[in-house]
């Protein structure tokens, strides 16, 4: 090496958490421009700050999924609002990203991490209907609203005289359906608290019935893998959860396993009572008419890798039974094979199971 003797501008990949004036640099957090999206980033943004006692800025980033008015299903698959987000990501423009953690695909992205879960809020999902009604008030042949297969056979299974209608669009859009045209629509109970109108809610369906998509009600801080500010990484670790990390981790194993995407028809719930780890899921054929669900559980103990790893079997054990009882052919899922036959992770990354849209 030549010595050069006038050293450029040093341009660090990672940014220090002070500049060498000693400034301190903000944490750059991106974002969907989308109320909820907004809502959970500045919630996230807040504690960040405080905890780091650093700025964080919001950076709106748009995505596919915000700007294509086509079905979700047509771009072509889960991960439609993540992807040009992590790019971002990826690309040093943000330093993190908050996902909801329902609609984050179960494969690994590559250079990236999940580096916090924070606790999870509300997992069930919320009937908002005129007049006040409730699933089993609704009148004869009422119409109900969403986009998600899951709850169309939840609600078919219950009320089969029910007329489901496919919907799209932000939670604002799908509320004033209800003013409009429809006599109802099911929603998650997170989505409408974060915005502040769980007022809307004329009825919280309950988990035992209702079991919700995997994660649902919980987000998730993503970061470059090999991030190496600090303050950052210490911040994340004030905001984690543990416990929600231990049964979202169980629920989206679920899904995982079954090689199933964000809208397939599969509820899942994962709790803590005492130190014993319940996890339980469903699985239902569109129209709703069968379904099946397993449930395991096991006491937790040792370390945090110790328990993951224990979450991570039971899991495994529900989304076998599951897989014995028919429930790939049943949900007409790809994961057809069965235990027994597990191959490398490699069905995770494509196929059709994970072309399917967000709820
Ligand atoms: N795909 C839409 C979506 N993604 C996350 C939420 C809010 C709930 C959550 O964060 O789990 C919603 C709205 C809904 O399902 O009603």
Known sequence: MTGGST????????????????????????????????????????????VSGRPVELVTVTSEGDTNRASLASLGGTGVFASALREALVAHEVDVLVHSLKDLPTAPYPGLTIGAVPKRADARDVLVARNGATVETLPEGATVGTGSPRRAAQLRADRPDLDVVDIRGNIDTRLARVEDDLDAIVLAAAGLGRIGRLDAATELLDLGFWPSAPGQGALAVEIRADEDDRNLLAALRKIEHAPTRLTVTAEREILAKLEAGCSAPIGATAVIDAEMLLVSATVYSPDGSEYRTASHAAMLDGSAQDRLDEALSVAGRVADELLENGAAELADLPATSGPGTDEPDTGHTAGPGLATPAE
């Open 7 to 50: 050293p450029k501008d040093p341009a660090p990949k990672d940014r220090a958490s002070r500049t060498a004036s000693g400034a301190q640099t903000a944490i750059r957090l991106g974002t969907r421009a989308s109320r909820l999206a907004v809502a959970q980033s500045q919630d996230i943004a807040d504690r960040l700050a405080k």
